[in-house]
């Protein structure tokens, strides 16, 4: 397994503010058979080397208002602390208990060509022989954008790995995993702890676009079942 380089959190002050400071395990490695344990002690971003999806990029720029707002108004990740952020989502879970009920959503045939080989990359470092992708989506936070503080608390979002790729981004986006607050470069995959305490706000100029997508490894342990 690949060590993730050190990456300095932003030097804001603590987000949101009167939250108590606690023990927050830092891994520079990613280990799928102690994911569960370590995620339930607060598992700070795994982060590689940022790349560049170049194509990935372009064709997000692309994508017209239109569809945007089409996309949104049909997404089945109807979540109030997602507040106004758009999605465009291509796999879901249809049943959010089991991170095993995967499906395809129809934006994903004409997409795929373009986000697999991103995936690919991304996950790289887990050397799964089998991986699987339970949930890929698009998500666009506007300027004063904001994800209020949540846990990805469904059953479905127990096992699987959540990993962020921006595409496009500013400076003055801030992701909060309890204690810290993180920026992300454009291309740089990183490993959340959706089990922790997180949310996002966008005091930018621009758009705040990820692509994030879930990830697992379909020879998991028999207890799992």
């Known amino acids: 397994m690949s060590t993730a380089p050190s990456v300095r959190p932003l030097l804001s002050a603590r987000w949101p503010p009167g939250r108590p400071e606690r023990y927050v395990r830092v891994t520079g490695r990613i280990d799928a058979e102690q994911s569960l344990r370590r ?55 249809q049943d959010l208990r089991d991170w095993r009920t995967d499906y395809s959503r129809p934006a994903w045939e004409s997409w795929r060509a373009l986000i697999e080989p991103v995936l690919a990359q991304a996950v790289a470092p887990y050397g799964y022989a089998r991986g699987v992708f339970p949930r ?67 005091d930018g100029d621009t758009d705040r676009i990820h692509l994030i997508f879930e990830y697992y490894d379909p020879d998991q342990p028999s207890w799992l079942s």
Request: net charge positive.
């Open 39 to 93: 995620r339930g002690l607060g598992k700070i971003p795994c982060l590689q080397k940022p790349f560049e999806p170049a194509l990935l990029v372009e064709a997000v720029r692309g994508i017209p208002e239109e569809l945007w707002d089409f996309e949104d108004s049909l997404k089945p990740n109807r979540f109030e602390t997602l507040d106004r952020t758009r999605h465009i989502v291509f796999r879901f879970v």
């Open 136 to 202: 890929v989506m698009f998500a666009r936070m506007a300027p004063g954008g904001v994800i209020q503080p949540h846990r990805d608390n469904m059953p479905a979002a127990l096992w699987p790995h959540k990993i962020h790729v921006p595409l496009q981004t500013n400076d003055k986006v801030g992701f909060f995993i309890e204690p810290k607050t993180w920026h992300f470069a454009r291309g740089q995959a990183v490993e959340v702890n959706n089990l922790g305490v997180h949310a996002v706000r966008n």
